[in-house]
């Protein structure tokens, strides 16, 4: 994802996820690193889909390769306290360590 996700977005990220849920990967990555701004409804729709895989013993990681501590999303993140609840990840190779 890239810029905002807000309105017609989320709708669209939505579908997505749920197609990638049916596909019965232990695990889905998320991509916030270019993202800028995310709305309350994007932010339910990644926990819900984050608890769906929980539940179903798979897992959601949201990879934020922006290393700016002071950027929005890492702030969102800190601040909704998401970050103790969603498994974020500073880069692909933190993903393969735990997968393999």
Known sequence: MTGMMKDQDVLRFSREMRSLVRSNSSGIIVDVSDLHFIDSHGLGILVYFHSMLV??????????????????????????????????????VEIFQELS
Request: glycine letters at 2%; a positive charge; aromatic letters at 8%.
């Open 55 to 92: 539940k179903n013993n798979r897992r959601l990681y949201v990879l934020n390769e922006n290393r700016d501590e002071l950027s929005y999303i890492s702030g969102l993140f800190k601040s909704t306290h998401l970050d103790k609840v969603l498994k974020i990840v500073k880069s692909k």
